[in-house]
């Protein structure tokens, strides 16, 4: 392999050495087995495994960084292709989470903190059902954490921390993260650990970047991306920027501080909320909108009232997979409908696992816009902007969500998408129709063309989030 040593090589070699990679399939990267290896979930750790072997770095799980010598991890990230583009297909596994160790631990001296100072992501395209040497490295990044990340990521890391020092380390679930989680770990989800100040069993767990926030560096690569920290004056433009490095030179960057995630919550709410209790229609004037077409209006005035303009990729709100939903509310406060998420592709939703689930990836995090309208056909315009804010599923929310999404998934698989639970039966989702119209399908296991559904949350709990707020 050269004169490479992955133990002492330097940033600027490690960088050089990933570049050769860009545009290769797997087979021009390493020599292509006799056996088709075909791709699979068993499979996941192979395509990590060549790059590995492609810089020379051995199998290992240690808690230092993969390239010793440059402080560097090395991680790869499979993309699939959405309508929205190309997307972390799956959560970034980085190292298991050691309930022993980490009760000793600060956010200073904590061994993921030194797994991510620096971190050099392979981009290649995933298809399933596909021999893996055919998969094509589409590109690289060579990442260190900006100032909004570092504090999301201290915040993360402090909510499972203080679990395990509870004792409840069985209690931690993929929702206690908002950029890195504890994500399960295991092949059928059964194995338990002890854990050190708790009498139950735990799951073992590794801390992992959630799958939007991976994405989110990939956008970051291809097109400009605006920072609503930056806008609201919580950092300074030089220590926002993100230092990735483009693939034209490795440029050095500066270590940025935190910002603490209540401090960036608080700025945007505050800056909402001196709309709030005005008409709409007042709110678009003052902010120079013109007609809004589409049910992402909310979006739009939410982005307005930001500084933000209406198409630019906002940084934060990538990397937390941060959606903003708008709520129809009555003059009493019930919700006039359920709230809906994107059509999802009945294949797609078979193959997929609860933690990696595109459902669940949308829950993360959640800017919810409650407007009140006379009645359900009150023009938007003319509805009056109540308080908007954060908010993402408790854990038990997220196990009976978890427990009705595989539910549906059972039945899509067995050949009833056309006949699934009623919301009448769940107790906090439901799937139904999302098509434009009866023609709008999408084929099904067993039974072929059915009109497309989508995830919907029960008009009943989306009235429990809006009262709890407040």
């Known amino acids: 392999m050269d004169d490479f040593d992955y133990r002492t090589a330097g940033r600027d070699q490690i960088w050089t050495r990933a570049l050769g990679l860009v545009g290769l399939p797997l087979s021009g990267v390493a020599s292509r087995p006799a056996t088709r290896v075909v791709s699979s979930r068993q499979t996941r750790g192979s395509v990590g ?25 090395l991680k790869s990230v499979p993309l699939e292709e959405r309508r929205s583009g190309p997307s972390s297909k799956e959560r970034t596994v980085i190292s298991m989470i050691d309930y022993r160790s980490l009760i000793d631990e600060t956010w200073e001296t904590a061994s993921l903190r030194r797994k991510i100072q620096e971190v050099l992501f392979i981009f290649y395209d995933w298809r399933g059902d596909t021999d893996i040497y055919e998969f094509l490295t589409r590109d690289v990044a060579l990442w260190t954490p900006t100032a909004f990340d570092l504090g999301q990521m201290h915040r993360d890391w402090d909510v499972v921390a203080n679990k395990v020092r509870r004792g409840e380390a069985h209690l931690l679930s993929e929702g206690d993260g908002r950029l890195v989680g504890p994500a399960t770990k295991g092949a059928d989800g059964t194995k338990r650990v002890r854990q050190p100040l708790g009498t139950e069993l735990a799951k073992p767990r590794a801390w992992a970047f959630k799958a939007s926030f991976t994405t989110s560096i990939l956008f970051e690569l291809k097109r ?9 004056e919580l950092a300074s433009p030089a220590l926002v920027d993100s230092p990735i490095s483009t693939r034209k030179e490795s440029a050095s960057f500066e270590r940025p501080r935190a910002i603490e995630p209540e401090r960036f919550d608080e700025a945007i709410l505050s800056r909402l909320r001196q709309y709030v209790g005005r008409p709409l229609t007042a709110i678009m004037q003052s902010l120079s909108i013109g007609d809004l077409r589409g049910k992402a209006k909310g979006a739009v005035i939410v982005r307005r009232a930001l500084g933000l303009s209406d198409t630019t990729v906002v ?18 406060g019930r919700p006039y409908e359920a709230m809906s998420f994107p059509a999802f592709r009945y294949s797609e939703l078979v193959a997929e696992d609860w933690e990696d689930s595109d459902l669940l990836s949308r829950l993360n995090r959640l800017l919810i816009v409650p407007i009140v309208g006379e009645d359900r056909d009150t023009p938007f315009e003319d509805c009056i902007l109540r308080q908007p804010f954060f908010w993402t599923p408790s854990a038990d929310e997220l196990r009976v969500i978890e427990r009705e999404w595989a539910m549906f998934k059972s039945e899509i698989a067995s050949g009833h998408a056309d006949d699934l639970t009623p919301a009448s039966r769940t107790q906090l989702v439901h799937v139904r129709p999302k098509g434009r119209n009866r023609s709008d399908t999408d084929d099904a296991p067993g039974i072929g063309p059915v009109v497309k559904k989508c995830f919907w949350l029960n008009k009943d709990y989306v009235e429990r989030v809006v009262r709890s707020s407040g």
């Open 315 to 332: 940084e934060e709100f990538a990397r937390l997979g941060l959606e903003v939903k708008t709520v129809r509310l009555s003059p009493a």
């Open 224 to 232: 400009p991306m605006q920072s609503v920290a930056s806008q609201l």
């Open 49 to 73: 495994a060549i790059y590995e072997a492609y810089f020379g770095v051995p199998p290992n799980n240690l808690a230092a960084p993969d390239f010793p010598g440059a402080q560097i991890e």
